[in-house]
């Protein structure tokens, strides 16, 4: 701790000169005391503020953790299916466990559906599909040329934010 | 001592009154005049998700939701549009289903967005419609749309719309206004 009496006491002979040094000396000191308890209470302040922050946009943007577990998978018919049958080939599909919905497009003879991935796989579908009315169908598989195209807001993995999204996602 | 606590207090009544003044509780109060259309599909009510189990959503959300689930079925059995998608039956044999979920999310989000929804956990935070849409943008576009097959986009989300139990017999304004919302996208979208 630096004051008056430490400062004449280091200095034998003490001079007017020499006290309005040590007071100048104690002056510059308590100015910098003072600053540096304004910097302390600026940084809790702004600490605080950045915790509420931090705070809100997890609340507002936190999501339910979401699944990848779900596949999509489609089956063309090479034959003519009415839309009585295809309502009954999607209500079947539809039964099938972790089937989560399906579509028969009668129109084309193309049933898509989803399911979750795990039990049940697109082979089971398509041979129980198959079985329940010999139908002449086949699994649809991409081609690795147009595997490569696809819907720009399916899968965002190009930009920054979308990797820091799908980052921030698997927590 | 007695300073510093009064200097504390003040601090953490303002962070109090800066986190609730944009808290989604606020925003959920405000009534507007027009009722936008995603208040007209269920608006910010909270509701049960039924594909969560014990998690909550947003009425509006989950109806947007249940259509764009539907909407994907159908273009994804639609031919005309499969040669948009084939990247979502591919990736069965990659194992990485993520893209699913993240298309029926983000499409999702950008109705919830269109359609006024306020609740900032639901914004479309994806590319602009024109950005995405564009194959030098995006190298997940393979080639750009046209127009008759935005058309058709617009008709399978009718579809969609329709195995939810909404069509233009029993609600042709809602219909209306969400094929007018759609076509909004169209001069971004088609780019051949």
Not at chain 1, 126 to 155: D, F, Q
Request: charged share 20%.
């Amino acid at each position: 701790m630096f004051n008056l009496n430490t400062c004449l006491f280091q200095n034998k002979n003490p001079s007017s000169i020499l006290l309005r040094k040590c007071d100048k000396q104690i002056s510059n000191k308590m100015k910098n005391r003072k600053f540096l308890k304004v910097l302390a209470w600026l940084g809790s302040v702004v600490a605080v503020l950045f915790v509420v922050l931090v705070v809100h946009i997890y609340l507002v943007t936190r999501h339910p953790k979401p699944t990848n577990q779900i596949q999509l998978s489609r089956i063309d018919f090479k034959q003519n299916i009415n839309e009585v049958e295809g309502k009954k080939i999607k209500d079947f599909v539809n039964s099938l466990p972790d089937v989560k919905g399906a579509y028969f497009n009668d129109k084309d003879n193309i049933l898509v559906y989803i399911y979750k991935i795990g039990n049940q796989n697109s082979f089971n579908v398509y041979n129980k599909v198959k079985s329940l009315g010999n139908y002449k169908a086949e699994r649809y598989v991409v081609t690795e040329a147009a595997a490569n195209t696809g819907c720009p807001i399916g899968k965002d993995q190009t930009t920054f934010t979308g990797m820091l999204s799908a980052y921030i996602s698997k927590f | 001592m007695k300073k510093s606590v009064l200097t504390l207090t003040a601090c953490l009544s303002l962070a109090v009154f800066m986190y609730s003044s944009c808290s989604k509780e606020e925003t959920k109060t405000v009534t507007p005049t027009t009722p936008t259309l995603y208040s007209r599909v269920g608006g910010s009510t909270m509701v049960n998700d039924p594909n969560n189990s014990g998690q909550m959503i947003e009425a509006g959300r989950l109806t947007l939701r249940a259509v764009v689930d539907s909407s994907i079925l159908v273009i994804a059995g639609d031919p005309q549009m499969a040669k948009y998608f084939p990247v979502l039956f591919a990736e069965l044999g990659a194992g990485n289903t993520s893209g699913l979920v993240a298309l029926s999310k983000s499409f999702t989000d950008f109705m919830c967005t269109a359609t006024g929804c306020t609740n900032s956990a639901y914004a479309y935070k994806g590319k602009s419609m024109k950005a995405a849409h564009d194959p030098a943008q995006n190298n997940r576009m393979g080639v750009k749309a046209d127009k008759a097959d935005f058309d058709k986009f617009v008709g399978d989300i009718g579809v969609g719309l329709a195995q939810n139990g909404v069509t233009s017999a029993n609600n042709k304004q809602l219909v209306d206004d969400l094929v007018a919302l759609l076509y909004t996208t169209e001069a971004d979208i088609v780019q051949k």
